[in-house]
């Protein structure tokens, strides 16, 4: 918004953002489109777009005038209605908007840069996604991926629940990367034995530049979606090249970087597959994914309980403070150090302040209490260290687990809306359901 | 094609002037890398690829554009220190850097350009693979200015900063044989260390009833309006002119990339004359861009682009530009070279070129000093020193770098003094070369160039006209000068000759 001088100016003067305007500041004279003010930058200055396309704000004071000029554009959003043409022989896949952004379109005469996502959008930014699939497609909902709650992601397994049952080949779930990870392991968890694959796909960089991996990772996204592999994954760059993405399994994936197209990685485990943009080629990595057309039932399974706090143990963690999560939670989830520890000052030291009677009251009081690394890579182990043995006797849960602390976390979620029998969700976080945990650890899963 | 005078003045020839100076900053524009593009060898390389955005473009546009970006691959060299992923297009960009801005202020100061009241950061759209984002940096610094050229205001129409671009890997590099990208396979190769490096693009209103000549003066002024801040990068390819170019009857033609600053009379003469001839034989000008190849004639490049495709960069947010800030830097701001360059020929009086001269080269600095403490040295003698005898010295392979401003201001006091002669320069220069630390008073008496007092030079003068009784005044002057040369001033040999041969 603008001052409200400038407001007051603008009403008064019959102008709107897009009209076009002289404004005299001074000896300077400018023409231009009217801007709308943006939430940062200074609300006494007017913005125009000029016809050489640079914006200038001009401060509005003494000796400024404006005049309206005829002309002018409209800062609005057309759909581009191109009809996608069926395609008889190949498979269709079913794109579902969850928000962040996969595809732009730019106004330049204003800069107004509009989120695309008709198919006729999609097509017209990727036109080489009809060479793989038949998409159709809509939009679930319009935020930021941090702004995904646990009823989201039940929204959105029912509407793969529905796709599945309107015969899709295979879904595609645009994402915001931010907290796709956590999304995908609880598709994992809600879908259990999906007949066709289910991918999400993202961008790293905006789409309203050529530059953007979101063309890349879903024109892969597609040939993992039309691919044998019936599970949840993430389809992303694999290395800061446009060469490849990486089919990663939902519940052993994360993001491990803010900013990089490959920030996305698995953890302690190989990638589904290798998918080459140039050739669409797919290089399957593993054989342990259930195939497309497995006699597995299908079945929505999106029971959750949100009420699951995420605990990061840290040098002087205040028990008090552990010991207030009951107020909160019906489960807890501890990012550990090292092989899965906390403090738990066996030796006395008269500084030191062990946390581990108020896990265990916790823990007593029926609430379970979930261990993950906070070293991301690795398994915790809770029988080397005498402070694991301890934490082991206070019955915290995740001994000889290697899960991601967001599959744990989404897992606890998921457990705990099936049951609240302390026994049965121990029992039940310590069997693998969704791939979230393994028996083995290859060496070559180390920051590849 | 014949090589006539034209009239340009009939031929009602207009051009505009593009002027791209590198700045001097610590960091890129808008990461922590260091500017200096030293690095020769790439520690990687990134391949990607570039593919169209969705626009209010026609769909067929859209479509030629995805068919055309299809079959690209970009390949970036990242370099050390040079390129981080900012550059690599991995990471948003960091704040904008407040040492360029405040140079690129300046510039537009120095220009008389009106300051907005905020920066607000563009993305330009550029589809040539030399932007890893596809898009280039830009923002307007200032508007609406103008420079003093011959009694007249040349006006400038804006000053932008922005980001530079990659450099394509050519010819003699390990890369694609200097072709144009779209040539080999459509595989083009950057260098990453230019990219985000700071400049400022100068542009001026259209320019009419200028000749060629003056033309290539108006953009050396306003390069050295530039290097007034003595924080823009001087060196090849630190400062590129783009230029358009028009005459009666014909379309305006944007010409690319003229390198050298020398050239731009001649590709100016050159591009006229290419568009007279055409409309003399009945063909049309094309509105069109062409590159400029090294003999200052041009080539077909592509139509010319329309408008620029910009949008705003969301990552950065409008900077405000505080006013008292504003107002520090015009009081601080350094005297324009331009007026130097006034001062240099109306106080010091220095013949025009020689003034140019001195303004362009690195002595400048020292030149100035040297004439604000030995007043009484004559300009032109100090002016010579620092843009022809170093080189002369350069030349003969010998390392001018050695020598410092101490040196240079001892050799001109004694100048002043009168106790050397000019002529004793070169050979004191070339001394402290190879023994910078000698004293003045043993360089002379070893070189024997301590001047010769009247007396001694009077006895030397008329000695020789007794040995050679009846010897021609040249011929005897000839002589005397052999013996006495660096020792005293030619003038008063004459004089002792005149004198001698009277007798
Ligand atoms: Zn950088």
Known sequence: ?448 | MPEEKIDFKKARMKAGIEIHQQLDSKQKLFCGCSTAMQEKEPVAVVVRKQHPVASELGAIDAAAQYEYLRGRSFHYHVFRDETCLVDTDEEPPHALNREALQIALEIAMLLNCEIPAEINVMRKTITDGSNTGAFQRTMIIGTGGWMKFGGKKVPITQVALEEDSAAIVREGENGNGGKDPAEENGKATYRLNRLGVPLVEITTGTLEDFSPGQLQEIAFMIGITCRSTEKVKHGIGTIRQDLNVSVRGGERVEVKGVQELGMLAKVIEKEAARQLELLKTGKKVEKETRATLLDGSTRFMRPMPGAARMYPETDVPPVALDDVWLKQLREKLPEPWTDKLERFKTKLELPADLAVQVVGSDYLDIFENIMKKHPKVNAVVVANVFTSTLKDIGRRKLDVKRLEDRHFFAIFSELEKKRIVKEAIPDLLVNFVNAPDEAMGDALRKLNLTMLKPDELKEIVAQLAKDSPGMAKERLYGIAMGRVRGRADPQDVLKAVERAAKK
């Open chain 1, 1 to 448: 918004m603008y001052s409200p001088e400038i407001e007051a100016l603008l009403k008064k003067k019959g102008v709107e953002a897009g009209g076009r305007v002289r404004v005299t500041a001074g000896k300077a004279e400018y023409e231009g489109i009217l801007m709308p003010r943006v939430v940062a930058g200074d609300a006494q200055s007017i913005v125009l777009k000029l016809e050489n396309g640079y914006n200038l704000s001009v401060r509005y004071g003494k000796g400024f005038e404006m005049k309206k000029l005829a002309g002018g554009a409209r800062i609005k959003h057309k759909a581009a209605d191109v009809a996608p043409a069926k395609d008889a022989s190949k498979p269709t896949v079913t794109v579902l908007g969850c928000g962040g952004t996969i595809a732009s379109r730019v106004d330049y005469t204003t800069g107004a840069v509009f989120p695309a996502f008709s198919p006729g959008d999609m097509l017209a930014s990727f036109p080489e996604l009809k060479e793989v699939a038949n998409i159709r497609g809509r939009k679930l909902f319009d935020l930021f991926s941090d702004d995904m709650t646990p009823a989201h992601w039940q929204a959105i397994a029912a509407e793969v629940a529905k796709e599945i049952k309107a015969k899709a080949d295979g879904i595609i779930l645009m994402h915001g990367t931010d907290t796709m990870h956590y999304t995908a392991a609880a598709m994992s968890f809600m879908l259990p034995n999906l007949p066709v694959p289910v991918v999400m796909v993202g961008s790293q960089r905006s789409s309203d530049r050529g530059s953007s991996d979101n063309a890349m990772n879903l024109t892969c996204g597609a040939v993992a979606a039309v691919s044998d592999v019936a599970e949840v994954g993430v389809c992303m760059h694999g290395t800061t090249n446009d060469d490849y993405c990486l089919l990663h399994q939902g519940t052993k994936v994360r993001k491990l970087h803010t900013s990089r197209r490959d920030a996305f990685r698995s953890i302690n485990v190989r990638p589904f597959a290798k998918i080459w943009y140039e050739d669409r080629r797919m290089e399957v990595l593993r054989d342990d994914y259930k195939r497309r057309g497995h006699a597995g039932r299908f079945a929505l399974d999106d029971k959750m309980n949100p009420r699951v706090g995420f605990v990061y143990n840290h040098p002087g963690m205040d028990p008090a403070y552990v010991a207030s999560l009951a107020n909160h939670f019906d489960g807890i989830v501890v990012a550990a150090t090292g092989l899965g520890h906390v403090s738990t000052n066996p030796k006395g030291d008269p500084l030191a302040r062990s946390i581990v009677p108020a896990l265990k009251a916790l823990v007593d009081s029926g609430m379970p209490v979930v261990f993950v690394p906070q070293t991301i890579y690795g398994r915790i182990n809770l029988n080397v260290y005498e402070a694991g043995r301890i934490l082991e006797a206070a019955g915290v849960i995740g001994n000889g687990c290697d899960w991601t602390p967001e599959a744990a976390l989404v897992k606890l979620m998921w457990v705990l809306g099936h049951t609240k029998d302390p026994k049965k969700v121990r029992e039940l976080m310590l069997t693998n359901v969704a791939g979230e945990l393994t028996e083995r650890t290859g060496t070559e899963t180390f920051m590849t």
